[in-house]
């Protein structure tokens, strides 16, 4: 079990850029992790996604080329970088630990089975 604990939400002007992190309790060079977010009203949704020797990423639609996610294993530490926020990206950003079909890219929720109690990401117009 691993317990993650986001931090760097906070607000920023339409076109301003922010980086969020996840810092895991324990070792998680293990575990593929991922990016989702929620915005009120909305389903939770996937944001980016990251194997576990960093070789492969994948991005959203909405994020790709503005969005970059990384890790550092020594540090236990999932980052998300954000450059050319848009209100649309306002949100709760989670971080969580893949545990079901992580031998290849998933963005399915139930196959995450460790959450961080997210941070909120405001984007001002």
């Known amino acids: 079990q691993v317990e993650l604990d986001e931090s760097g939400g906070g607000f920023v002007q339409a076109g301003g850029s922010l980086r969020i992190s996840c810092a895991a309790s324990r070792p998680f060079h293990n575990y593929v992790m991922g990016w989702f977010r929620q915005a009120p009203g909305n389903e939770r949704e996937f944001v980016a996604y990251?194997?576990?020797?960093?070789?492969?990423?994948v991005y959203s639609d909405s994020v790709k080329g503005r969005f970059t996610i990384s890790r550092d294993n020594g540090k236990n530490t999932l980052y998300l970088q954000m450059h050319s926020l848009k209100p649309e990206d306002t949100a709760v950003y989670f971080c969580a630990a893949c545990v079901k079909s992580c031998h290849e890219f998933t963005k399915e929720l139930s196959n995450y089975g460790y959450w961080g109690q997210g941070t909120q990401v405001t984007v001002s117009a």
């Open positions: 990251i194997d576990a020797l960093e070789r492969d990423t």
